[in-house]
């Protein structure tokens, strides 16, 4: 059963290696949307426990936290008038450690933190990306150091599709 501390360790396991083989490469982290909970816990391990900052943190399609994300996304509206919807849903998350705390891990890291994300996310809402770039810029001492990209609606990249803007690489750099 996949659990977030088994994704956090693996994700270790793997930067570890990357460590290993990289040189002076530059090393960042880039989480797409369930992917973002496991990339900032990740670096605010290495900066908590190794006193490691990782090069930089790429958030596409972000979150604030699993349960906000799992009472924000368009297929929980219809179930959320029900009773129990909280307990039933959101409660289970907690239940099976599955919190992802995006907004209590960028208010600790120090590294380069780029937010991205589509005005048109019909996963994953603007307004929850938006506020874990507000919490972050909030906390970081370096405010430079924290950028928030949406990308229009007209270009249709939704949840899934920002990867393929051919702007991206420049914006990232």
């Known amino acids: 059963h996949p659990t977030e501390s088994g994704f956090t360790t693996d994700v270790l396991a793997l930067y570890d290696w990357a460590k290993a083989r990289s040189g002076n490469s530059s090393i960042l982290f880039w989480g797409h949307s369930l992917g973002t909970g496991i990339a900032t816990n990740v670096a605010r391990k290495l900066q908590e426990e190794r006193g490691v900052q990782v090069d930089a943190v790429v958030l596409e399609s972000s979150y604030t936290n699993v349960r906000e994300a799992a009472a924000h996304i368009p297929l ?98």
């Open 76 to 173: 929980s509206k219809i179930y959320r008038q029900f009773p129990g919807f909280e307990y039933l849903v959101l409660d289970s998350l907690a239940l099976g450690n599955m919190f992802f705390h995006s907004d209590e891990n960028v208010k600790v890291l120090a590294c380069p933190l780029l937010i991205l994300h589509a005005e048109d996310d019909a996963v994953l809402p603007l307004h929850l990306g938006r506020k874990l770039f507000e919490t972050a810029r909030s906390a970081y001492k370096d405010k430079t150091k924290v950028k928030f990209i949406t990308f229009p609606e007209k270009l249709g990249l939704g949840h899934d599709y920002i990867s393929f803007n051919p702007e991206l690489p420049a914006l990232v750099k």
